[in-house]
DNA sequence: TGGGCCTTGACAAACGTTTGTATTGGCGTC
DNA sequence: GACGCCAATACAAACGTTTGTCAAGGCCCA
């Protein structure tokens, strides 16, 4: 259907490899056979096939991505990222989500070892480096926050501790002493990081640990309702809640207001992530903002690094920081 | 580096074709001869090249996905039903981000064709059909909610006029009567039809139209704050707005927050989209779902119907339905 | 006038599959 | 015992490129 380069040949009257360099501008065909070539490839509506071109040079200048989910508007931020890093390099992103779930973590990595992808960068994935091995061609493979830290050189990261730290010190700061938190789930490395910043910085100002304070949440907004529903059962009642993420933030509002609270006048809270929206909530929301965009381009830089064979593998830990916006105030709001 | 068909074929010592269609389960060869291959293809981490593969059976298992941003929680999980859907059907999706912009559109549906995809998903998208012809193989389009709309059997929408009575009708019949409207991207056929639909029920229940409370917005919550804020100028003020999409509604709740203003109180807000936070919004925002979900999997049917050679041409108009939460309220709240 | 070099282009192999056709060997049938 | 048939496998072409090598012709210089 699609005319080749054969097709063009034909009608040019040279051979296919003639075309071939005509078209990528080789200086071994003479200018007028060129541009003779290109144009009649213009009109013959010829567009190279990308399978084809893969199949020879080994290459698909694609790199795939593996997300729980898109839904998330952090990983998004953090996957458009990657992909606009990508297309500046002519590399093109196909991203697979698993939805959280290892095994179809696992197979959408099959997939896209299959479509023979020059790399792979995992957001936020469960699986760890050594369960890809042994399977197809082995690619460079980076990961962004990934659940299961281990430090082998091509992993970034977000510093979740002093994220977590600063977070609760701003808290502090303000004069709260009951602080509840509200964890990610349970299984995930930067939910146990953020929690434990939360529990040094707490140690660091003398505030004992209550651990009735910390409650199981996840990451979506209905956990934030469900375990800020329990945290109001508290007497006394927190007055302030640092959240897993800024999604259960949401929910972990949406409850206070439900029970009547306000915010930050009876209830400070404070998320993690800054998402777009986070500044257009209400209150807009103080959180612990993620590089967003510099770790999207940054697996992407990495990855090609390695693809060029540079040996400089490094682990990043990228910081976090604390932006203070309407949620959070001092205590002291009546009932 | 990794193995292929031919490698397996040489330990095995058989021919490669025997090893293909042993791996493809074909019953033309003997079952003892099939599970030794299949177990040798497995101790060698052998995985097939989709790249070779899509070159001889002309078929990439993969569907193209042009949208303007993955970061509008709209288009985000819209993409995702596309995705699940299409992995039913074992297919991959690859998305490209056109950032909203015409040529980079172009581009991308060129990166998707070059790489052959077997189908195309244009959502949102600017470009038309016509756009496409003549450049590679010509594959099947579907787009949905497209902004240049055309009705040639291969479109999805939602019925947007029906969408924005709806919402002003709710309002009217609450008893509002100033109502505002702030509108999306100018030359985005939906937020046309939003409007129209919002100047035909004003019109319905003999209001008139009144062009100052009708402000040109945008697609993101900066857009709706701006719009806002020019809407809190006039007096008397409008005591409801009918937004283009959620995001311009959050923008709008913010600016209507920063001036005091209660919600919904002293200003009743509704959105359209229904996006997934929109429930968790202080007040939950009042907003015109679109069935984003069934979107996305009609899409992939149609494509895979198209692919399969059926005929069967058919534009869907789906409906859009008003979700009533607490951002919507009669008028009368005291300055 | 001939040898060598440079430019331009042709030839052909290779990438890793799928798949139609040919080949081989064994068996049943008459 | 010859024939045909079936099952199992081998052979080879094809998909659309890229790229290394080879050939042809023109030119310069001796």
């Keep these: 259907?699609?005319?080749?380069?054969?097709?063009?040949?034909?009608?040019?009257?040279?051979?296919?490899?003639?075309?071939?360099?005509?078209?990528?501008?080789?200086?071994?065909?003479?200018?007028?056979?060129?541009?003779?070539?290109?144009?009649?490839?213009?009109?013959?509506?010829?567009?190279?096939?990308?399978?084809?071109?893969?199949?020879?040079?080994?290459?698909?200048?694609?790199?795939?991505?593996?997300?729980?989910?898109?839904?998330?508007?952090?990983?998004?931020?953090?996957?458009?990222?990657?992909?606009?890093?990508?297309?500046?390099?002519?590399?093109?992103?196909?991203?697979?989500?698993?939805?959280?779930?290892?095994l179809r973590e696992l197979e959408a990595i099959r997939a896209l070892l299959e479509r023979r992808v020059d790399g792979i960068i995992l957001v936020s994935a469960c699986c760890r480096r050594e369960d890809l091995a042994g399977n197809g061609p082995d690619v460079p493979v980076v990961s962004i926050n990934n659940l299961g830290r281990e430090h082998l050189g091509y992993s970034i990261e977000v510093d979740d501790v002093d994220g977590g730290r600063q977070a609760t010190r701003h808290l502090l700061a303000l004069g709260h002493r009951r602080i509840a938190h509200i964890t990610g789930p349970s299984e995930d490395w930067d939910s146990v990081e953020r929690r434990e910043g939360y529990t040094q910085e707490l140690q660091a100002w003398g505030v004992p640990v209550d651990s009735s304070l910390i409650v199981h949440g996840g990451n979506r907004p209905p956990d934030g309702v469900r375990a800020m529903e329990r945290l109001l059962t508290l007497r006394p009642r927190p007055t302030a809640v640092f959240c897993y993420n800024d999604a259960v933030a949401l929910g972990a509002m949406r409850a206070a207001y439900a029970a009547g609270l306000r915010i930050p006048q009876h209830?400070?809270?404070?998320?993690?992530?800054?998402?777009?929206?986070?500044?257009?909530?209400?209150?807009?929301?103080?959180?612990?903002?993620?590089?967003?965009?510099?770790?999207?381009?940054?697996?992407?830089?990495?990855?090609?690094?390695?693809?060029?064979?540079?040996?400089?593998a490094q682990d990043r830990v990228l910081p976090s920081r604390l932006l203070i916006r309407g949620s959070t105030a001092p205590p002291g709001g009546s009932e």
């Excluded at 040079?57 to 990983?75: A, E, K, N, P, Y």
């Excluded at 909530?281 to 903002?289: H, K, S």
């Design 267 to 312: 209830l400070s809270v404070v998320g993690f992530d800054d998402i777009d929206l986070a500044p257009f909530l209400e209150p807009p929301l103080t959180t612990v903002a993620q590089p967003k965009r510099e770790m999207g381009a940054l697996a992407v830089r990495m990855i090609l690094d390695l693809l060029a064979g540079e040996q400089s």
């Design 1 to 102: 259907m699609a005319a080749s380069i054969k097709d063009i040949a034909r009608q040019a009257g040279v051979s296919y490899s003639t075309v071939s360099r005509a078209l990528s501008n080789s200086p071994r065909v003479k200018a007028e056979t060129r541009h003779r070539i290109q144009q009649l490839a213009a009109e013959m509506g010829y567009l190279p096939s990308a399978v084809a071109r893969s199949l020879v040079t080994r290459r698909t200048m694609t790199l795939g991505v593996v997300v729980s989910t898109i839904t998330d508007l952090f990983f998004a931020e953090v996957i458009q990222s990657i992909e606009e890093t990508a297309l500046q390099y002519k590399y093109q992103a196909i991203v697979a989500s698993s939805n959280g779930e290892r």
